[in-house]
């Protein structure tokens, strides 16, 4: 006899956990029944995301670093569901060696981006990148490259993310957070919903505890969200859906610079 | 012994600086006249008194220098070589120097601030942008690993009244020198050193239509901001105009960097060394009377230090100089307009209301003119308008802190984010104070130090983008991959 | 949190009456504050009012091996009327000699109002018995002089001997009491920080010190404007703390009108008017004198002078 599969159901990702929408909806999306998050799943997604960044971004760029890593061994382990959901095996593997790639910068971005100052009198005075706080991302096409492009560059600079994944293709937003969640991603570091974009997000842009919004994954609502977003001066980013660059993420890095009197 | 030692007067000569009657518009390389046929009077803030007549800059004005700073942008500016890009604003820099005195003198005048200030501040840094900038001019491959930057195109800048001529080299500086063209905006009570400028443009020989000085109120800035024509906008001003600035770019693509406003936590711990620890309190927020974004407005002082703390600031206060600008004498200089004198004397006027305790130094104001006597509030609670929101004047909010958590906790606790203050003997609470202040720019055992190597900016609602240093280029340049 | 401890390790001693809090002091942020004060523009009548002050302060000194009688004469004759040729130049606070000299000097001063300083305890190394040093101290202050200028012992200081230089002070101070004003000398030049300028004044005062006193004028730096802002705010800081009243000496290296005008805006910004007289301010100096002279001419005749119209002593 034929063995009846186990169906998966496809839940949200918050807080490292996989709960269903408080609002109890789903949406059928590549034909599965997907979470359909509601704004107060944002809320809550936006309020573990901030409490999480605390420890986050204390963490050393070493184990920030060895963190991306593996989620690259989660994603390695779980090519083949990966690929089940994505566009295509090749999405699959670039995506995890972009995860690589930026698992390398984790402890390489401040040397790069970072400065001494020479300032014209007896003060030492350096520069240095520090995480902005909360990103939120609407993630581009494709599902899985895309959503790794915008995401790794976020979390690697110390950032949490609050990532509103494809509404067309969601069904490999959440394979990946399973793999977050086996990864030592600490828990609210990443945060992943499904539903309908326009339902979400104005209430990520608008939301006065997001910190800078990754808009590469927009369409015509950009300059809507872009407008919301000015509110608390958010810093908006619009980068490329397939590509890799330390400039991805130094677009959410603040720069702290510290002066201090050289004297006896 | 003597009853008094007042120093006599000692006045800077204003006569090394001429004012013109009426000022056009500076657009192409030459003045014009406005196309609004509309001026109006700027003054001289302590005294009261018309200094000259500016254009009010409408949309076709605004249009005008666009076009201009297009035509040098494509006809020239972007093709010449990098290298000679530099040699112009070496040039810039160094007409400064030698011009520095009529400079200070004319930007005491127009603004009110302390001759000290603008001579040994103001122009000397604004100066020194210029040579800094200079010399990246050519170095940009260096400056971005792996691309290629290359200009945006017409840069609109939008500057506050607060350093009129030092906000003009942090603007114009990095867009020229990345090989942009600009149309700059003076601010409206305070354009007279944009003005002067222009002349030592000609005397640099300048492109024409590279740089275009326009003057006006916000409409002017608005026309700016709105123009199609206008690649990237870059202001400095209060946070509430930098929003709508965000808001009118929004889904434009136009690039943007806000530098907007601050209240910066000041703090101060029992190890501290004391007495320069009141220096810094004081120059954080009586420099420039308080007209500085990041200034230390809110001071917190350790609980066990604190009256020895408030009693040395209290003696400190009651030798500030305050009175006319142009007097090398002067610490506090007059407000810098009608409006903002206003706008402090109602925040502080609420924290009387609220319960604060206010103490001011016994102070000999000139009749005319508009002046604030520095001001400390005490017994201040967080939840105090004074203590949220930006006064921009010479006035002060002290509140205090048991442990170094509460203080980061309190410090942190604004939408703001532009500056902070540490005070400790200790190395390693530095740099965790450091850490932990959310602003873009930390002063430890100092206050209020700028360099043209150092980046300036804000974290949160006090802007976006940096100003300064190698990072002040990111915002003049375009990234192709390399 | 508790609070700073009054005094640091090796600082425990039997200090009456209490001091305040040792505290630290930040170099770069001390001098721009001195840069800040010494840009002062004095003009007209408020210059005039502090070079006459300047004058009345005066310690004119000359601490030189090749020193004699006659040269200690003509250098009192000087300190009592500056100026011969105008009357209205107020005579010098004192005259500062070595010991030997102090006879002299006090001869030629007698019956004016300018008193006799002497310097001692091995000025100007302070490296001599203990013994050696009281003994001079007594030997001066016998024979007249009103002032006593001692040097701390550098060396004990230096090696973290605190109770050793707060002793020798506090023995000075036992024979000085009550005949002559103590002035302490720290040589600041070889303290090597503002906080240990910082200390050692606060170890003078608590000694007994009536005045604080920069330098010997035989260290490679003298008195500078930081250092003497730092020692002007730990009098201040006693004066706050317990009432005291301490005097300030700046000496060495000040030969301009303009820096000793420099000095007194410090002390007129620090400390208020209360401090900007002889009896709790004093600049020493010699060749200082002739310069002020000839700025004060200036200033009445609106000529700029020339050193041959005034007396070289």
């Known amino acids: ?264 | 012994m003597a009853t008094a030692w007042d120093y006599a007067p000692a006045p800077e000569a204003r006569d090394i600086v001429r004012i013109q009657e009426r000022y056009g518009l500076f657009i192409g390389g030459k003045f014009v006249e406005p196309l609004s046929g509309e001026r109006y009077t700027t003054i001289d803030p302590a005294r009261e008194e018309p200094l000259s007549e500016v254009a009010q800059a409408n949309k076709a004005d605004v249009n005008r220098a666009v076009k201009a700073a297009r035509g040098a942008f494509e006809g020239s500016w972007s093709k010449l070589r990098p290298s000679e890009r530099a040699k112009y604003l070496f040039r810039i820099a160094r007409i400064l120097q030698e011009r520095s005195r009529e400079f200070a003198v004319l930007e005491s005048l127009n603004g009110g601030k302390p001759i000290r200030e603008s001579r040994d501040v103001d122009v000397p840094l604004a100066a020194a942008h210029f040579f800094y900038y200079a010399g990246w001019a050519d170095k940009l491959e260096y400056a971005f690993p792996n691309r290629r930057p290359r200009p945006i195109g017409v840069a609109g800048q939008i500057i506050p009244w607060n350093f009129p001529l030092l906000m003009l080299a942090w603007k114009i500086a990095p867009a020229l020198a990345a090989g942009n063209t600009v149309v700059l905006k003076p601010a409206e009570t305070t354009p007279l050193t944009a003005l002067l400028f222009c002349d030592v443009l000609r005397q640099a020989e300048l492109p024409p239509g590279v740089v275009n000085i326009v003057t006006g109120d916000g409409r002017t800035g608005a026309e700016i901001v709105a123009h199609p024509g206008v690649d990237k906008i870059a202001f400095t001003g209060s946070t509430e105009v930098g929003k709508a600035i965000q808001r009118t770019l929004a889904g434009t693509g136009k690039r943007l960097t806000l530098e907007l406003g601050g209240k910066a936590a000041n703090i101060v711990f029992d190890d501290a060394p004391l007495d320069q620890a009141v220096e810094g309190i004081i120059n954080g927020i009586y420099f420039n009377q308080g007209h500085v974004c990041c200034a230390g407005s809110r001071l917190f002082v350790q609980e066990s230090i604190y009256e020895a703390t408030i009693a040395k600031l209290k003696r400190r206060m009651r030798t500030l100089r305050v009175g006319d600008p142009l007097d090398k004498n002067t610490d506090v200089g007059a407000i810098n307009s009608k409006q903002q004198l206003e706008k402090i004397a109602s925040l502080v006027q609420s924290g009387v209301e609220e319960g604060a305790e206010i103490y001011q130094p016994p102070c000999k104001l000139p009749e005319r003119g508009y002046w604030f006597v520095p001001t400390v509030f005490t017994n201040v609670a967080q939840s105090y308008r004074i203590a949220q929101e930006e006064i921009f004047g010479p006035v002060l909010s002290v509140l205090t802190f048991r442990t170094p958590d509460e203080a980061i906790e309190k410090a942190n606790n604004t939408p703001y984010g532009l500056s902070a203050g540490v005070w400790t003997e200790k190395g390693s609470r530095i740099l965790a104070m450091a850490q932990r202040l959310r602003a873009g720019v930390v002063w430890a055992n100092t206050y209020n130090r700028f360099d043209p190597a150092s980046p300036f900016g804000g974290y949160k609602e006090s802007g976006f983008g940096r100003e300064g240093g190698r990072h002040g280029l990111e915002a003049y340049v375009a990234l192709d991959d390399a | 949190m508790a609070t700073a401890p009054a005094l640091p390790g090796g600082f425990e001693l039997p200090l009456e009456p209490r001091l305040p809090r040792l505290g630290s002091v930040d170099a770069v942020a001390l001098e721009e504050r001195a840069d800040v004060l010494s840009k002062r523009s004095i003009k007209r009548e408020s210059k005039v009012f502090a070079l006459e002050l300047a004058i009345r302060m005066m310690d004119l000194t000359t601490l030189e091996g090749a020193d004699t009688p006659g040269k200690v004469a003509a250098l009192s004759s000087k300190g009592i009327r500056p100026d011969p040729t105008d009357p209205g130049i107020p005579s010098v606070a004192a005259i500062c000699v070595y010991p030997n000299l102090v006879p002299y000097a006090l001869e030629r001063t007698r019956g004016t109002a300018v008193t006799v300083a002497s310097v001692a305890t091995a000025f100007p190394s302070g490296q001599s018995p203990l013994e050696v040093k009281l003994e001079e101290t007594r030997w001066v202050v016998e024979a007249g002089a009103q002032e006593v200028d001692m040097v701390i012992d550098r060396g004990a200081f230096l090696s973290g001997r605190y109770a050793q230089v707060y002793d020798e002070i506090v023995r000075v101070k036992e024979i000085c009491a009550g005949r002559a004003r103590l002035k302490v000398i720290l040589e600041t030049g070889e303290l090597g920080t503002y906080d240990n300028v910082r200390r050692a004044s606060l170890l003078a005062i608590a000694g007994g010190a009536d005045f604080i006193k920069t330098s010997t004028g035989k260290a490679a730096t003298n008195a500078t404007l930081p250092v003497a802002l730092c020692m002007l705010e730990v009098i201040r800081d006693v004066h706050e703390e317990t009432g005291r009243v301490v005097g300030m000496k700046v000496a060495g290296g000040i030969r301009q009108s303009k820096q000793a005008v420099q000095f007194l805006v410090q002390v007129h910004e620090t400390l208020g008017l209360a401090w900007l007289t002889p009896d709790r301010y004093r600049i020493g100096a010699s060749t200082l004198l002739n310069d002020v002279l000839m700025q004060l001419r200036k200033e009445r005749t609106g000529h700029y002078q020339n050193p041959d119209y005034f007396t070289v002593d």
């Open chain 1, 1 to 264: 006899m034929k063995r009846l599969p186990v169906q998966k159901t496809y839940k949200l990702f918050i807080g490292g956990a996989f709960p269903r929408s408080e609002s109890g909806r789903t949406l059928v999306a590549e034909g599965a029944n997907v979470a359909r998050a509601s704004r107060k799943d944002l809320r809550d997604a936006v309020r573990i995301a901030r409490q999480a960044g605390v420890g986050w971004a204390k963490a050393t760029a070493y184990n920030r670093g060895q963190v991306l890593y593996r989620i690259a061994e989660m994603m390695e382990t779980r090519r083949a569901e990966l690929a089940s959901v994505a566009s295509s095996k090749a999405e699959v593997d670039r995506a995890i060696d972009r995860v690589v790639w930026y698992a390398g910068w984790a402890d390489k971005i401040a040397q790069v981006v970072g400065t001494a100052n020479p300032v014209a009198g007896p003060y030492f005075n350096f520069t240095v990148p520090e995480p902005t706080g909360v990103v939120g991302i609407l993630a581009p096409e494709p599902p899985l490259l895309g959503l790794v492009s915008r995401l790794a560059p976020v979390i690697v600079g110390g950032n949490t993310a609050v990532v509103i994944a494809s509404e067309a293709h969601p069904l490999v937003a959440i394979e990946l957070a399973e793999c977050l969640a086996t990864a030592d991603v600490p828990p609210g570091v990443v945060n992943i919903l499904t539903g309908l974009r326009k339902e979400l997000a104005p209430w990520l842009a608008s939301h006065m505890d997001v910190s800078a919004l990754d808009l590469t994954g927009g369409d015509g609502d950009a300059a809507e969200l872009e407008r919301l977003g000015a509110e608390n001066v958010k810093r908006v980013v619009r980068g490329k859906a397939d590509g890799q660059s330390p400039y991805d993420i130094t677009a959410f890095l603040e720069l702290k610079t510290v002066w201090h009197p050289i004297g006896m």
